[in-house]
């Protein structure tokens, strides 16, 4: 992975907006330069280290994209049916063995080459037989029902660019063009914690104050639709000096450290002490809500120093929304940075609020809502409860509609931009 040093950041503010925490991550962190080759059926999930420029041209050759007949469109009548005599058979895989008169057509199947001599196709549904002929109609224009080579991709374009995500799509896209392997970059090794003496392990019988964790699941369910390898390092306690030593150990063996709750200003809140005390503290409390107090820094990888580079650590609120908002703004992108892949913009779409909301300037706020289309319009209506700790509102809601830092009010029919959580979630 690519090294990282304590002063790869740079920022004196108390409060940071999302979009130069964004900002900040796209120009500091490295990209990375290691890389690993991997068979194709291996390659799912990974991120392309080099761009796949099309060593032959896809499809391959000119072919037929129908069932039906193959023949000369210089032959055809302008506004009659044309005579063709059949001459010969093209079956995928095989083609056809002569030239092809003027007046002839050859029975051709989806895929197999076009005869030389021919350069359109009729579909055999749109066909009369007449003994030993067909009867084309009128109108076909030159090269219909046909795939010219490269139609889909010329041979020496890049077809797949380095930083790509490598999905079903590009494998099969990669695999139509010969390639049995792919360069890609190595997975970031991520680790997860929770914080926290009231959160016990699901499955375990609580004790009075205690409540189940919920937050290190849904981080590890988040990463895994993310390029990374993720692990489930448990729940820190309330104590600093085993918080401390439980970061310094677990950024020795990754490349980035996730934690939820610990990053407020109460006496129980240790991660942050813990992130200054053994590295920099890069920033503290975000300009978004839900999900303010949340904080980011560098602890050192290896021999007390960052002479071996640091590992990032995302200090995420406790409370489950504001946890999710600031790992989609904060965790992923970084993440992906160091994973060497492109930025992938959260899906956003447009809709029209069915609310009204009042809100305070500079600060972007990410309401949850539900969706319900009326004729042709989205419209968004606020979920009824509003608290940071209502896990079951991600459940009964269908995005964010998201308030940007200048805007103070939204009423009924004001545009407004939703983040499904469909695909994200």
């Known amino acids: 992975m690519a090294q990282l040093s304590d002063d790869c950041f740079a920022f004196g503010g108390a409060l940071m907006s999302v979009d130069d925490a964004q900002a900040l991550i796209a120009a500091r962190i490295p990209a990375p330069e290691d890389e690993q080759v991997v068979p194709l059926a291996a390659a799912r999930g990974r991120v392309l280290a080099h761009a796949l420029v099309a060593p032959i041209p896809l499809p391959p050759f000119f072919n037929a994209a129908v069932d039906g007949w193959a023949f000369r469109h210089a032959a055809l009548n302008a506004d009659a049916p044309t005579r063709l005599v059949e001459a010969g058979r093209a079956a995928a895989g095989h083609g056809a063995t002569r030239q092809v008169a003027a007046q002839e057509a050859v029975r051709i199947f989806t895929g197999a080459p076009m005869p030389d001599g021919t350069d359109t196709c009729v579909m055999q549904e749109d066909i009369q037989r007449d003994g030993d002929a067909i009867l ?44 049995a392997r792919l360069a890609v970059r190595p997975l970031p090794r991520v680790g997860v914690f929770s914080t926290g003496d009231e959160l016990a392990e699901p499955g375990v019988p609580l004790r009075a104050a205690q409540t189940h964790d919920s937050n290190r699941f849904t981080l590890l369910a988040l990463l895994a639709g993310l390029p990374c390898v993720a692990s489930d390092l448990g729940i820190l306690p309330d104590d600093a000096a085993r918080t401390a030593a439980a970061l310094a150990s677990a950024a020795r063996d990754h490349d980035l450290l996730l934690t939820s709750g610990g990053v407020s200003t109460g006496e129980e809140d240790h991660v942050r002490a813990a992130i200054e005390a053994g590295g920099s503290l890069v920033f ?23 002479t071996a580079g640091g590992t990032p650590v995302v200090g995420l609120p406790g409370n489950p929304v504001a946890a999710v908002v600031c790992f989609l703004h904060l965790a992923r992108p970084l993440l992906l940075r160091l994973a060497g892949a492109t930025d992938r913009p ?24 539900t969706l319900r289309t009326e004729g042709t319009i989205t419209r968004a209506h606020k979920f009824p409860r509003e608290g940071a700790g209502l896990l079951s509102s991600l459940t009964q809601s269908d995005g964010f509609a998201e308030l940007p830092e200048h805007v103070t009010r939204v009423a009924p029919g004001d545009a407004v931009t939703v983040l499904p959580f469909a695909g994200m979630l």
């Open 284 to 306: 503290w409390r975000l300009a978004v809500k839900p999900g303010r107090p949340a904080a980011m820094g560098m602890l050192p990888k290896a021999g007390g120093d960052f």
């Open 136 to 179: 084309v109609p009128p109108g076909l224009k030159r090269g219909a029902n046909a795939r010219p080579a490269g139609e889909d991709v010329a041979q020496g374009a890049v077809a797949l660019a380095a930083g790509r995500l490598l999905g079903p799509a590009e494998i099969g896209l990669a695999a139509a063009l010969g390639q």
């Open 346 to 369: 959260l899906p956003r779409y447009a809709a029209v609020a069915g609310f009204d909301y009042r809100k305070k300037a500079g600060r972007r706020e990410y309401v949850r809502v």
